[in-house]
């Protein structure tokens, strides 16, 4: 897996720098993000590559409910995979694919179908991930929208609400986060065209990986990104703020090794 950099999603500023890239010549005629639960997808998807696209003047490419009402449980990529339309992507035309939950079957999907692609995606420190999915999972997220009914969410939240934050947590462990930290954050994206960033890199310095982000992908400039669009839950915190030692220790047993292949840490001293 390749790591690039962090990103947040609270910044006020604006984003419209040109940088030096004469044209798009360069662009290839697939751009995908790669979006995972509870690391600033919504952002990304809504604000930064919708106006990418619009700047290229490609078609975008998201999940619409093709048949009402669509459940899914763990399987979050079910949302993406089964309701985007992939045919014939980069042919006659820009196209700009949003994955809001990809994995290794989304990666898949997307060489099977061209070849002429890059990626972005944005990781995030899976212990930040818990406890963002476990405030946001016992209020807030909604089970059923647009077509869509998230059964795994349904059957959870009852549990996360009656339940003590320090089990609420495990259970979120054990469920959803662990299908999103597994399936998602730890996948197996090792791959040239694709550019991993890290939300917490992004967040330091949103102008700097945006220039990187449209330097990778051959953009010359994108107007009017505005990063204060933001859809953080301001309850959950910093991990560190709801880790009691039970928490800490089931975590290092099952992830102790993956964050320090990721970098979030030097070793299991934490």
Known sequence: MKAAAPASSGHGAKAAESISVPDHASVPNCIVFFGHHKCASRLFRSEIFKRIAKKLDARVRSYKIKEAPFRFGLNLDDLDLQNIDLANIGRDGRDVVLFSNSTERSLDRIKSETDNWKGVRIIRDPRQVLVSDYFHHREGHVTEFNGWIWEQLKRDRPVLLSASKEDGILHELDNISRAVIEDQVLGNFDDERILTIKL???????????????????????????????????????????????????????????????????????
């Not at 309850?235 to 993956?258: C, L, M, N």
């Open 200 to 270: 917490e890199d992004f967040s330091r310095d949103p102008q700097e990986y945006l220039q990187r982000i449209f330097e990778f992908l051959g953009i010359a400039e994108v107007e009017g990104i505005d990063l204060s669009r933001t859809f953080a839950n301001p309850e959950s915190g910093p991990w560190q703020e709801h880790f009691t030692d039970r928490i800490r220790e089931v975590f290092k047993a099952r992830y102790g090794q993956a964050l320090i292949d990721l970098g979030y840490e030097t070793d299991l001293n934490w």
